[in-house]
C-alpha cells in the first residue's frame, strides 16, 4: 500500500536554510507526480513544487521560485525540498503528496485533492 511520510520540519531564522524530506512506500516511485504543498495558519493550503520522478517535469510557486527546489533520491525512495533565504511568510506546516502513474502537468499540479496519497504534514517556522 502507497504511502508519504514528511520529515524535517523545524524552527529557523529568517535567512536560514530547511531540508524536507518525503519517504515513500509503494511501488514505481520513479514514475510519480510528487509534490510539496503549504498550508500556514488561517491561510488556504497552496502547492509550493511539483515534479515527475521519472523525469521532465518540474513546477513551483511564484512566491517560491529561485529559493525553493526540489530532488530525489531513488534508491531511498525519498523526495526533497530544499529551502533557502526563508522568510517568516514562509512558516506552514508543509506536506508531501503522490499520485502514480501521472507526469504532473501545469494545470493540475497544485490541486491538493489531485493527489491519491497525502502526508500528515511537517511544521516549518520561521523567525523575523
Known amino acids: 500500500q502507497m504511502h508519504v511520510a514528511e520529515s524535517g520540519g523545524r524552527s529557523v531564522e529568517a535567512g536560514g536554510s530547511v531540508t524536507l524530506s518525503c519517504h515513500y512506500t509503494g511501488d514505481a516511485f520513479a514514475s510519480n507526480c510528487m509534490a510539496w504543498f503549504r498550508q500556514a495558519s488561517g491561510k488556504v493550503r497552496e502547492g509550493v513544487a511539483a515534479s515527475y520522478t521519472g523525469g521532465g517535469s518540474t513546477f513551483y510557486s511564484d512566491s517560491v521560485k529561485g529559493r525553493f527546489t526540489v530532488s530525489q533520491d531513488n534508491a531511498k525512495n525519498t523526495f526533497y525540498l530544499h529551502m533557502m533565504n526563508l522568510t517568516p511568510e514562509d512558516t506552514a506546516v508543509y506536506y508531501c503528496?503522490?499520485?502514480?502513474?501521472?507526469?504532473?502537468?501545469?494545470?493540475?499540479?497544485?490541486?491538493?485533492?489531485?493527489?491519491?496519497?497525502r502526508g500528515q504534514g511537517t511544521q516549518v517556522t520561521v523567525a523575523s
Open positions: 503528496a503522490a499520485d502514480t502513474g501521472w507526469d504532473c502537468n501545469p494545470s493540475s499540479w497544485s490541486r491538493w485533492l489531485q493527489y491519491a496519497h
